[in-house]
């Protein structure tokens, strides 16, 4: 009998594990391959696989964890990659599995010449073609006979979000699927056809095309059903008799509407969930659904359920529905147009400022879209198809702060999350959001669009066509900022609490200071580091030397950002010390507190913390404010190895300054070169040798102090910091040495970065493209690998497509690749 492999994919779903892994497990002989996929939960889902696994004992399950998700196709083809049966299943969720029909199956199957079997045949029957139903076979549909399955097929399409199996039935050409004249459920479970998202029936109709048209009639069928908009989804029950709505239904149904009143959209979108599984079309949990969604800003979600309200009969959650009291108020515009008003706030918050009198608002007229471009003085241009409203000039008295975010490279999922933890902590009364889109490169603008559609806390979008770097970013935000007072506001950050309106009050309160800001869990100025706020001092200010921007709120006047600081690094600081030249504190609210995701947008561009950017703007920010670092007073006798040390420390990797290089050379005897080279170094000793051997370029001392690292264990830094100065000096054997040490199982993005570019250089184009296609599925925003590209494209003589790619380079990063060329 063939050996059957069921992959099973959890997220999020610690309810469907015991039961569906129960199911599987209980075969009474049956030949199981169990591939287990939890694709990055953050419920109980890991705890509970592991129970069951522990419990069953099964010796051919294999169990893979991701710490953050991949999605679901991927992780499908994650567990092809360690399939060793000959027929595979994708059960979705199921209890009660027939397993003496199952072992018939098998059998079948084992001499079934055709790609494998279906429990509801793909034909024009089963598509609902004959009424009105657009819906598709789910997953769990299908049993595929592998060894059929054309090699360069079988794998299912990452693209989508659902409906891999009849992705995969389409794309092999639609061969003969054998319906299995048998059901292999014991009790009611439900066979769900799939109502899909417009990008998965985008990419059936690929799946179509090259799957050919030996059937042109079933093909014509099957496109008109992939066109088809629903208006009911096809639920084929095992019991075909309607079933009244459970009381269990109305009590969650109750649950979810309070929790929604509440302002606890988790608990709310739990309950809806609940419902919606055992019964896809219920209207009530449909609309509270996209309710939910909308109120935390997963537009994209809300709209595609649309289709499926209305697919079973109910009305938006913006229509007037004749003959209910549950009408929604509309805006009308200056063109008495009608358009979308955001349903109501939770109680517990204050009413959205509408400025529905533009001339009144301080604005100018917006045109229809609501983005423009930014021109070279950063204003917002008029030559462009569509603009923005603008500042005049005049402060609006409804405005009291305008927020500013700037955002770039893969934004939008950090963005919707800043947004939700703001929309859920703050009033919207007073404050407008000015978001400046540093050419981003994902769904941002169309999310920023729908955030100006809604009125989101009176939301304006900025969009320069390439990354002009945080300091004009903001600055563009500030030249267009109505309200008295700025908040600067980065996008990975969460708010736990009121905040703006209570920093606002400490600073109109505090004349002497020009900028507060709250405390962090995680940040470079120590000053700001706390795991929590102190309540007891919510009413006072901490004075400081600077402030880090991740949440920063200062009065709006003339300073601005240095914009000399590029991409990143140091202008927070520089602006705190041109608030300080100007006679202004800065300081500390040690009563306020939001988490702070640190670093995450500057790791995705290439710039992280003590990367060569950072360092240079260091370098600069120096000697603007004529800070020299210098050799501390009290060291001056220390021996002269302690000397090396505290050089070590102070110097700058990248940009040495000139007078510790000077103080370097005069110590650094050959007298002191034997002491190194003939003493055995306690390991932070000689750990910090080797850093400044690699500083200062002295290469003979450092192979020899290399040698002692044998038996030394390398933290991650160190490594990198060897196996980066090796590949600067093009000793490709040694850095890779050091790539290779690296203990953990999974190299990091920057240490294969390393050996992409070795790639490159050793013009392995083949190994490049594999490790290249694998870094950019990882991080899709990092300018080095679109760079990267297009050394590829010219290594293959076509200048053209790699010119596109150098553009994209420098779209991300112009100050790196400023000319729109191959040289970094």
């Not at 129970?51 to 994650?78: C, D, K, M």
């Not at 950050?493 to 900028?515: C, I, T």
């Not at 240095?562 to 500390?588: C, M, P």
């Not at 250089?761 to 925003?781: F, G, M």
């Amino acid at each position: 009998m063939s050996k059957l492999t069921a992959i099973t994919i959890f997220q999020n779903r610690a309810s469907e594990v015991e039961s569906t892994l129960t199911a599987l497990y209980e075969h009474h002989g049956l030949p199981l391959e169990l591939i287990i996929i939890n694709d990055g939960s953050k419920d109980d889902t890991s705890g509970i696989i592991q129970s069951v696994v522990e419990y069953f004992q099964h010796e051919e399950t294999y169990y893979f964890e991701h710490e953050a998700p991949i999605g679901y196709g991927r992780s499908l083809n994650e567990a092809l990659l360690n399939v060793t049966g000959d027929i595979i299943w994708v059960p979705e969720h199921t209890s009660d599995i027939d397993f003496e029909k199952t072992t018939s199956l098998l059998e079948h199957l084992a001499t079934f010449p055709y790609a494998g079997a279906s429990l509801m045949t793909p034909d024009v029957e089963s598509l609902g073609i004959t009424g009105d139903v657009g819906s598709f076979p789910s997953d769990q549909s299908f049993f595929w006979n592998w060894n059929v399955v054309p090699e360069k097929e079988r794998y299912f399409n990452p693209a989508m979000e659902r409906g891999f199996g009849f992705e995969l039935w389409l794309r092999i050409g639609r061969p003969r699927l054998w319906k299995a004249p048998v059901n292999l459920f014991t009790g009611s479970t439900k066979w769900n056809f799939l109502d899909l998202k417009r990008s998965d029936r985008n990419e059936l109709r690929y799946a179509l095309l090259r799957g050919g048209a030996d059937n042109r009639d079933q093909a014509r069928i099957i496109e008109q059903q992939i066109e088809f908009i629903p208006r009911t989804i096809n639920v084929l029950e095992i019991s075909s008799e309607k079933q009244e709505e459970s009381t269990e239904h109305i009590a969650l149904i109750e649950k979810a509407q309070k929790a929604l009143n509440d302002g606890n959209y988790s608990v709310s979108l739990d309950a809806v969930e609940r419902v919606l599984r055992e019964d896809p079309l219920h209207k009530n949990a449909l609309t509270l659904k996209i309710q939910l969604l909308e109120r935390m800003r997963r537009y994209v979600e809300a709209s595609e359920l649309k289709y499926t309200l209305k697919a079973a009969g109910g009305h938006l959650p913006d229509e007037k529905v004749p003959g209910t009291d549950h009408q929604k108020d509309q805006i009308t515009n200056e063109d008495e147009e009608q358009e979308y008003q955001p349903e109501d706030e939770p109680e517990g918050t204050e009413e959205v400022v509408e400025l529905s009198d533009n001339a009144e608002a301080g604005m100018e007229p917006a045109q229809e879209s609501g983005t423009g471009q930014i021109d070279s003085d950063g204003e917002i241009s008029d030559e462009t198809e569509s603009v923005t409203p603008n500042a005049t000039g005049n402060r609006d008295e409804q405005i009291a702060i305008s927020l500013l975010i700037a955002v770039s490279g893969f934004a939008q999922s950090r963005l919707e999350r800043c947004l939700h933890s703001l929309h859920q902590n703050e009033s919207q009364t007073g404050i407008e959001l000015i978001i400046i889109d540093n050419a981003t490169l994902d769904n941002t603008p169309e999310y920023l669009e729908q955030l100006q559609a809604d009125r989101f806390f009176n939301c304006r979008v900025l969009t320069n066509p390439q990354n002009r770097g945080f300091a004009k970013a903001i600055n563009q935000g500030i030249d267009n900022a109505r309200g008295e007072y700025v908040c600067v506001m980065h996008d990975d950050v969460q708010v736990k609490m009121p905040l703006l309106h209570q920093l606002k009050k400490l600073l109109a309160d505090n004349k002497a200071f020009g900028a507060v800001a709250p405390l962090t869990d995680y940040t470079l100025n120590l000053d700001q580091v706390s795991e929590r706020a102190e309540s007891a001092k919510s009413d006072i200010l901490i004075e400081t030397e600077y402030l880090d921007s991740f949440y920063l709120l200062f009065r709006n006047n003339d300073i601005r950002f240095d914009e000399t600081f590029g991409a990143a690094y140091f202008e927070d600081i520089d602006f705190s010390f041109q608030l300080r030249e100007n006679g202004s504190k800065v300081g500390i609210s040690p009563g306020l507190w939001i988490h702070h995701e640190f670093g995450q947008t500057t790791a995705e561009l290439g710039i992280p913390v003590k990367s060569p950017r950072y360092w240079e703007n260091a370098e600069y920010f120096h000697k603007k404010w004529n800070m020299e670092i210098t050799f501390p007073a009290e060291q001056v006798h220390a021996p002269d190895v302690d000397k090396l040390l505290i050089i070590n420390e102070l110097i700058n990797p990248h940009f040495p300054e000139p007078h510790l290089k000077q103080l370097f050379d005069e110590l650094f005897t050959s007298e002191l070169r034997t002491q190194i080279l003939e003493n055995n170094w306690p390991k932070d000793v000689l750990l910090g040798l080797v850093q400044l051997m690699m500083k200062m370029e002295v290469r003979d001392v450092l192979r020899s102090l290399e040698e002692e690292l044998n038996d030394v264990e390398l933290d991650v830094d160190m490594l990198y910091e060897l196996a980066f100065f090796y590949y600067r000096h093009n000793i490709f054997s040694r850095s890779r040495f050091y790539i290779s040490e690296y203990p953990g199982d999974t190299v990091p993005f920057h240490f294969r970065l390393l050996e992409l570019e070795m790639l490159l250089a050793e013009k392995e184009a083949e190994k490049t493209v594999d490790l290249l296609t694998s870094l950019l599925e990882e991080n899709p925003s990092h300018p080095d690998l679109y760079r990267i590209s297009g050394e590829l494209h010219s290594l293959n003589g076509d200048e053209e497509e790699a010119s596109r790619f150098f553009e994209l380079a420098a779209q991300i990063d112009p100050y790196r690749y400023p000319e729109k060329n191959k040289t970094p």
